[in-house]
């Protein structure tokens, strides 16, 4: 059982490059989430999914689309990085009657 | 909307000592109110909850109790040791499944 993973790890983009965050979680979970976690300014959504087929914008969508391919995969991505977009980047998913969310490890992004 | 302030600031202290990490919340009505860890390189684990008012949440040895008529969850542990050293956020439901986070506070736990 690995919860939710992340891919990749470390990314370093130029501006302007495009690129698409991978997130996969095998708790069977219908919500899930993507947030971006910068100094000084805690955790903000980017993005969510109540469930699959479904998408809602958070409080930074700005430059950033998903999909919620299946239940399982949720990803993100940059059409065009800004070096504004420098940030980690934590998926998470929950189950809807507790709102516990699990995180995956992040994805730490550079764009220079 | 509902909405959580945590402390401002890292907090520093030795071993054994008695941490304390405040977390206030403004909501309409009672939601379920969390703390949540980050260590190092890692992303955010659930450390506990409590679901409705006078609530007490507890697990590794904190605790934190949901007190409605000071608005306030704030997260307690007696004797700190170095392991404990994180990030801690405090979080609330936000209306549709979404959470609502702090700032989080750094503590940083000396040897």
């Known amino acids: 059982n690995a919860g939710v993973t992340q891919t990749p790890k470390f990314q370093v983009l130029k501006t302007g490059q495009s690129m698409t965050l991978q997130c996969a979680q095998d708790?069977?979970?219908?919500?899930m989430y993507w947030y971006r976690q910068d100094p000084g300014m805690g955790l903000r959504l980017i993005y969510y999914s109540a469930s699959e087929g479904t998408t809602d914008k958070g409080e930074v969508p700005n430059g950033y689309n998903v999909s919620r391919l299946n239940k399982r995969e949720f990803s993100l991505r940059l059409e065009s990085a800004a070096p504004s977009q420098t940030s980690v980047y934590f998926c998470?998913?929950?189950?809807?009657?507790?709102?516990?969310?699990?995180f995956g490890p992040g994805t730490r992004l550079t764009v220079t | 909307g509902n909405s959580v302030t945590q402390m401002e600031g890292p907090v520093t202290l030795s071993e054994e000592a008695f941490l304390t990490i405040n977390c206030t919340y403004t909501a309409t009505g009672y939601p379920s109110l969390f703390w949540y860890v980050q260590y190092p390189g890692e992303g955010l684990q659930l450390l506990l909850k409590?679901?409705?008012?006078?609530d007490k949440g507890s697990n590794k040895g904190f605790e934190a109790t949901y007190r409605k008529e000071t608005t306030s969850f704030h997260l307690e542990k007696g004797s700190v040791q170095v392991s404990d050293s994180a990030v801690y956020f405090c979080?609330?439901?936000?209306?549709?499944?979404?959470?609502?986070f702090g700032k989080g506070n750094q503590v940083v736990v000396i040897p």
């Open positions: 979080a609330l439901i936000n209306g549709n499944n979404r959470l609502a």
């Open positions: 708790m069977n979970h219908n919500s």
């Open positions: 998470a998913s929950s189950v809807v009657e507790t709102y516990e969310q699990y």
């Open positions: 409590a679901t409705k008012a006078d």
